[in-house]
């Protein structure tokens, strides 16, 4: 066996060692194996309180969709008693069986606090699958498990796996598996993101930024 042919099985055996311990390290992309869903504006529905123009509320320049909302506030509807927002639901892809997946840049300037800036809505128990919420700079699955930690004044990449037949959410933040919980069981299940007002401990001023939306499924 001559030397160059040694050195180039070894340089090859190096090679894929590490890039096996490159992915065992930093682990795949959560939207690995998952087929990307053509979206345009016209899925992109917005919510906002209803005795105030858009414009006053929601803007979009850059290619970055920016959500505010404040503590007094009036909700989506006259007939509605719920807390003030200013969402986009995503429309036109609607669910109710497989794997689907949200995945956006956030960002969340400091004093932003009980706010829900993503979701899924549906559900066989209760309004909600899931709910993601800043409080003081923390992102918590509703008001309880913390998911990530330091969110404020940067963009994070958020992605949203819902599994439905497995009865499974998961959560990433930058890439990184951060959270996972079981579902609420089937329904007419869609994502949301934005800015939607806690029940309580809220800041009187409320927002997030989003860029780069996407949908896939499997």
Not at 137 to 144: C, K, L, S
């Amino acid at each position: 066996m001559n030397c160059s042919y040694t050195y180039h099985v070894i340089l090859s055996l190096l090679l894929l060692f590490s890039m096996e311990n490159i992915e065992l390290v930093f682990g795949a992309d959560p939207t690995d194996g998952f087929t990307l869903v053509p979206l345009t504006q016209a899925n992109f529905k917005l919510q906002k309180p209803y005795n105030i123009p858009l414009d006053q509320r929601y803007s979009y320049k850059d290619g970055v969709h920016r959500f505010w909302v404040y503590s007094n506030d009036k909700p989506y509807s006259p007939d509605s008693n719920t807390q003030p927002r200013t969402e986009i639901r995503i429309s036109g892809h609607d669910y109710h069986s497989g794997v689907w997946q949200f995945e956006g840049y956030g960002y969340v300037p400091k004093g932003t606090s009980g706010a829900t800036i993503a979701q899924i809505h549906g559900a066989s128990h209760g309004a909600t699958t899931l709910i993601l919420r800043i409080y003081n700079g923390d992102m918590r699955y509703y008001n309880t498990d913390l998911v990530a930690k330091n969110l404020y004044d940067k963009w994070f990449r958020l992605n949203i796996i819902h599994d439905v037949d497995e009865g499974k959410v998961s959560v990433f933040i930058d890439g990184e598996k951060k959270f996972e919980t079981h579902d609420q069981g089937p329904g007419d299940l869609y994502f949301k993101c934005g800015v939607y007002a806690a029940p309580d401990n809220i800041s009187h001023y409320m927002e997030s930024r989003w860029r780069d939306i996407k949908i896939y499924k499997k």
